[in-house]
């Protein structure tokens, strides 16, 4: 069975630094898709990245990028120049065969002024 | 933009009542599904729907039932709701789905549900 495991429930960082997000993945599929969603405290659950597995390179969009290790089945978010906005629940999800997401159990992100 | 959006943000029901929770897209998506999240628990899947009146069961369908009866709308039911389905409910939708292209899946602002 898919699992997702997110090894940090509680993250902090001071604003303008570097955060990273650690996710891991267990699956026996080798085409894939992984994803990570943003969650602020007014719910809403947002798409900050997706990554395809059968691209070797790593997805950017503006200040987030993740590090793909396929063989590793690892998948972490860097948060650079981080802001008060940046402040919420972070989710790493993958998608199984048919196409609802798998998700880990979330890292909170605090950002500190 | 694409739009998800839930009949409810807040929702107090009591022991036994029969729940409906609504949810509607206005992006003409095939795909719809129904999360409940949990402090702790992340995100499981309740139902998904791939088509007008199909359903599948997700990983804790129990004591929940769906309807699909058009494609823009999505409903989860509570047949007679219980204290251990107090929760956040969250509803998804995406494009078709297959093997070369996943698409991203848009969420709705969440219903969170208490039952007393």
């Known amino acids: 069975a898919q699992t997702v495991t997110q090894s940090q429930p509680e993250m902090s960082v001071q604003e303008a630094e570097t955060v990273t997000l650690s996710c891991t993945y267990d699956t026996s599929e080798s085409d894939y898709y992984l994803f990570w969603y943003k969650q602020p405290p007014s719910r809403q659950m947002i798409l900050v990245i997706r990554q395809e597995a059968y691209k070797q390179q790593n997805a950017t969009e503006n200040r987030f990028s993740v590090n793909f290790q396929k063989a590793a089945k690892s998948f972490s978010l860097k948060i650079s120049d981080s802001q008060l906005g940046d402040a919420a629940m972070y989710f790493c999800?993958?998608?199984?065969?048919?196409?609802?997401?798998?998700f880990g159990k979330g890292t909170k992100l605090s950002v500190k002024p | 933009d694409v739009k998800v959006t839930q009949s409810s943000r807040y929702l107090v029901k009591r022991t036994g009542e029969k729940v409906f929770l609504e949810c509607v897209q206005d992006?003409?998506?095939?795909?719809m599904f129904w999360y409940r999240q949990d402090p702790g628990l992340g995100l499981r899947l309740i139902y998904f729907s791939y088509d007008v009146k199909m359903k599948e069961k997700g990983d804790i369908p129990e004591g929940y039932s769906v309807s699909r009866e058009k494609k823009e709308r999505f409903s989860l039911i509570l047949e007679s709701a219980s204290t251990n389905q107090t929760s956040m409910y969250l509803c998804?939708?995406?494009?078709?789905?297959?093997?070369?292209?996943?698409?991203?899946?848009?969420f709705g602002p969440g219903t969170r549900l208490l039952v007393l």
């Open positions: 992006m003409d998506h095939e795909n």
């Open positions: 998804a939708s995406t494009w078709l789905w297959d093997r070369d292209h996943q698409e991203t899946q848009y």
């Open positions: 999800a993958y998608t199984r065969s048919q196409g609802n997401l798998i």
